[in-house]
């Protein structure tokens, strides 16, 4: 079946019941989707399909043709990284980072429906995300950062 | 800026050039008198009194080129045994090599535990890294730039101090330039360290004490591979294991048959109680792990106490009693006693990411990727599970998830290298699942702590008496059947006898001798050698339930002698360094203006110097409980650190707020539960963790300078303090002290 993934079509020649997480991972090789449990409880895993926040581990590729579907590497790279991403790196948003890539996600969501949110609505949106090392402080400004920096340069790719 | 190497008037400290040039002798210092020694000085002192001993892990690796490495073109490698756990250890370590060395930092390569290339610096825990491997590195990195100053002198035929080092270039008065790469020889460095080291003056300092952004944070924020889990080596497979449903279950029958005929599984492993599948693809290895955990008949036996009943089933189990304090005053004359008990249950480390590792066995040979926090410790272990000799293991370190311990780390190393020795040349890719990962690993022991104190006349604490009930909080391989994959393979190997750790740092009674003043005080560890549940260290391992009870203790104390908290503290203190961080964290708070607690709303404070001998921490801050829900809404926290010489100062400050939230985690959520078999918080629904909700609305973090003093490793510093200052506020905030963790207002 054909997957669009950071604007790009892939064939993928799996079991559709196969979860949209293994896929990233091994089929496309790529690295940001974590497997955290495997249940839609900790966020390690998600990604943004057609501009809402999703668990890849429990979302099956079958429910997936004909869907845009973004991963953490579709909002820049190590050498051009994305507004989000430079704010993860200016507050220094990271400890062991293994829940980062699902956290940006999480907050990628948010911002591409509401420009400017609330302290409150960050927090909501990043509810279902866990993080174990206790970054949470860092995560809320990096976003909070992401957020002004994008309504002080409007004409930043969003 | 350039800095002169040699300029004895300035610093006060006079090298010997032969000491330097034979790399032998002792460098003979001599100290400008008039102010306190710093650590460097001291250790000089030492030093001619006879007290040699190489600093942080020299001791154990003296040579210099194990540390440090220089090539031709200059290019310039540091070795540490020490492992980036996201604690951000690596950046720490690339500034004090290249502040000492005189190199710029990014010119810097860093390879972190690998058993064929780095030191041995056995675990990367206990708050020790900066301790052993940044005092290791900084002095090794002070002593290659004498030699490589030296070295300049001879060739250029000058005396060292009219040379100066800078950017890998010594560059002497009259302009004559010579680069690291073309001083240094195969020989040059292969020397014995010296026990002291002519290291930089702080007011001198390019990259220690300068927020330094960490090396590692790019890769991780950008989805560049960046752990254990990215790695995809060629003809890499993929393996779970089926974990017994309890501790000690027996695996009486399992048909294989249909499983291995399943297309693209590789095979089934079997090995005595260890059962385990490899595929050529992950979710297919998950598949038919599933299907073969139904095919596979377990006796089970039941062998754990009531959840409910924990406190006296563990008291009822017999303890070894170690006095660790008894100090007595026979002139007191004691009146009344207060006493309280604390408990807390198994926590764990949960880490979001389930522990994994890569094992490929190849002509004899095994390599093994994996998050472990020790390499060698590890290898020994592997050697003996697979009846190896440890030359022909090779461990490399691989950034997994989140450590903050003992967790599964060395279990699935332990597991992908049993998987790979019956699956030879292949990768083995093993992950564990969500279930595996809460399930099997160590916990931190539950514990118990009995404090009991009498006040004199003006409000001091004339006696305190203290113990606590642990089990062992170390259970880490080396030996084979400390590994899940030894004790269920058919060898089954036996863990050891477990046995506490010892004082000064201590396992159980870690932090169980109060650093407060007090006239008549007496303390004892009761070990408890039998362990109902797995465990072994936890992040701070009983450091974080002792001062908690401890902490509490004191507010309960001073609420009896109607005193302020703080002051009550700073009344049995006299350490000045334990003084300035309780007076910062309450300065930074307002302590003495806050608003007087009560009707759902307090606020608390809480202290310790962790281990009694490494970082101070003091925290202060609000809680908010919700009427009805009794939800606890943490809201300010002020938190005081000395760290004594700071590296980097915002990967201290993420250690802290990172600890600290941590902490209010366990102390207000976590808990291991369990029926008389099996673990039952095998998930984030059943082992819920703080989510954003539960976040404090703010998390701040105040270091005290301290240029030159020794580095005290503040990793876990904040476990503690922040336990018991949640647990005070909440005692303010309701009138109610709560004394089992987790704490619960609405059980109140």
């Not at chain 2, 009486?252 to 260890?274: C, K, L, Q, W, Y």
């Not at chain 2, 009991?452 to 113990?467: M, N, P, T, V």
């Not at chain 2, 036996?494 to 010892?502: H, I, N, Q, T, V």
């Amino acid at each position: 079946m054909e997957l669009r993934v950071n604007g790009v079509s892939h064939r993928v020649d799996a079991d559709p019941d196969t979860p949209l997480l293994y896929v990233l991972r091994e089929d496309l090789q790529l690295n940001a989707a974590k497997f955290g449990c495997g249940l839609g409880q900790c966020g390690a895993c998600t990604v943004v399909i057609d501009g809402t926040a999703a668990y890849s581990c429990i979302t099956p590729i079958a429910a997936l043709e004909g869907k845009q579907i973004t991963t953490l590497e579709g909002l820049g790279s190590t050498d051009r990284p994305g507004p989000l991403q430079r704010a993860f790196i200016e507050e220094q948003a990271a400890q062991c980072g293994y829940c980062i890539a699902g956290m940006i996600m999480r907050a990628h969501a948010l911002l591409l429906k509401s420009a400017h949110p609330t302290d409150a609505q960050i927090r909501t949106q990043l509810e279902p995300n866990l993080c174990r090392c206790g970054t949470h402080m860092r995560i809320l400004r990096a976003v909070r950062r992401a957020a002004e920096s994008r309504s002080a340069n409007p004409r930043e790719p969003k | 800026m350039t800095r002169r190497l040699e300029s004895g008037c300035e610093t006060g400290v006079r090298v010997s050039r032969r000491a330097v040039l034979q790399g032998t002798g002792a460098l003979i210092l001599a100290f400008a008198s008039g102010r306190r020694p710093t650590a460097q000085e001291a250790a000089g002192d030492r030093a001619r009194r006879g007290l040699l001993q190489r600093p942080g892990s020299l001791a154990r690796q003296p040579y210099l080129d194990g540390w440090i490495r220089i090539d031709a073109d200059g290019e310039v490698t540091a070795f540490t045994g020490k492992a980036e756990l996201g604690q951000g250890i690596k950046t720490a370590l690339l500034q004090v090599t290249a502040d000492e060395l005189a190199v710029p930092l990014e010119r810097l390569k860093l390879v972190t535990a690998d058993t064929a290339r780095t030191p041995n610096e056995g675990y990367t825990a206990g708050s020790h890294s900066m301790q052993d491997s940044g005092t290791a590195l900084r002095n090794a990195a002070a002593q290659v730039r004498e030699l490589l100053v030296a070295e300049a002198a001879r060739r250029l035929d000058i005396a060292p101090e009219r040379l100066t080092a800078n950017n890998g270039v010594v560059t002497a008065e009259d302009g004559r330039r010579v680069s690291y790469g073309e001083l240094v020889s195969d020989t040059l460095l292969h020397v014995q360290a010296q026990p002291t080291s002519r290291l930089n003056r702080p007011d001198r300092y390019r990259f220690i004490d300068r927020p330094q952004a960490r090396v590692d944070i790019p890769a991780k924020v950008t989805g560049a591979s960046a752990y254990v889990q990215d790695m995809r080596l060629p003809g890499m497979l993929h393996a779970r294991v089926v974990r017994p449903p309890s501790y000690g279950a027996q695996l009486t029958g399992v048909d294989t048959g249909d499983i291995e005929r399943m297309p693209g599984v590789v095979r089934v492993v079997r090995d005595g109680n260890f059962l385990a599948v490899v595929a050529q693809r992950e979710f297919l290895a998950i598949k038919a792990m599933r299907a073969l955990a139904t095919r596979a008949q377990w006796q089970e036996t039941a062998s754990l106490p009531q959840v409910q009943e924990l406190t006296q089933a563990l008291l009822a189990l017999p303890a070894q009693d170690y006095t660790l304090l008894d100090r007595q005053d026979p002139t007191l004359n004691l009146t009344s006693w207060h006493e309280a008990t604390f408990t807390r249950p198994y926590v764990a480390h949960a880490s979001v990411g389930p522990s994994c590792a890569i094992a490929q066995f190849q002509e004899g040979s095994l390599t093994v990727w994996t998050h472990t926090q020790g390499v060698y410790p590890d290898r020994e272990a592997i050697s003996e599970l697979l009846g190896m000799p440890s030359e022909k293991i090779r461990c490399i370190h691989v950034e997994g998830s989140g450590c903050y311990g003992h967790n599964g780390a060395d279990d699935a190393a332990a597991d992908a290298a049993l998987i790979a020795s019956h699956v030879p040349a292949h990768p083995i890719r093993l992950q564990w699942m969500r279930e595996q990962e809460c399930a099997w690993e160590p916990f931190g022991p539950a514990m118990i702590a009995r404090a009991r104190a009498s006040l004199d006349s003006r409000g001091r604490i004339a006696a305190w008496e203290y113990g606590v009930w642990s089990n062992t909080h170390a259970t880490r391989p080396g030996p084979a059947g400390n590994l899940l994959a030894g004790q269920e393979c058919a060898r089954a190997f036996r863990s050891p006898a477990p046995r506490p750790l010892p004082q000064p740092e201590g396992g159980g009674d870690r932090n169980a001798i109060p650093l407060y003043v007090i006239p008549r005080a007496k303390v004892v560890h009761h070990f408890i050698p039998s362990m109902p549940l797995r465990v072994s260290a936890l992040r701070s391992l009983g450091g974080y339930m002792n001062v908690f009870s401890i902490e509490s203790f004191m507010d309960e104390l001073a609420q009896v002698s109607r005193s302020d908290a703080v002051e009550f503290r700073l009344r049995h203190l006299e350490d000045p360094r334990a003084r300035e961080v309780i007076n910062t964290a309450a300065q930074r708070f307002g302590w003495a203006r806050r608003t007087p607690g009560g009707r759902g709303k307090g606020c608390g404070f809480g202290f310790a110097r962790y281990k009694n001998l490494a970082a101070y921490c003091a925290v202060a801050l609000e809680v908010d409980i919700e009427a009805g829900s009794g939800k606890v809404r943490v809201g300010r926290v002020v938190a005081a650190v000395d760290t004594g010489q700071v590296v980097n100062p915002d990967g201290v400050r993420n250690q802290i707020e990172g600890g600290i939230l941590q902490s209010l985690s366990w102390t207000l959520f976590e808990s291991v539960s369990f029926d008389t078999r099996r673990i039952l918080s095998v998930d984030w629904s059943k082992y819920p963790i703080m989510r954003f909700s539960a976040v404090p609305a703010s998390v701040e973090v105040h270091l005290i300078d301290r240029p030159g003093e020794e580095f005290l490793g503040c990793g876990e510093a904040s476990q503690g303090p922040a336990a018991a200052a949640v647990a005070n506020a909440l005692a303010e905030a309701t009138g109610t002290r709560l004394r089992d963790l987790p704490l619960r207002p609405q059980s109140a």
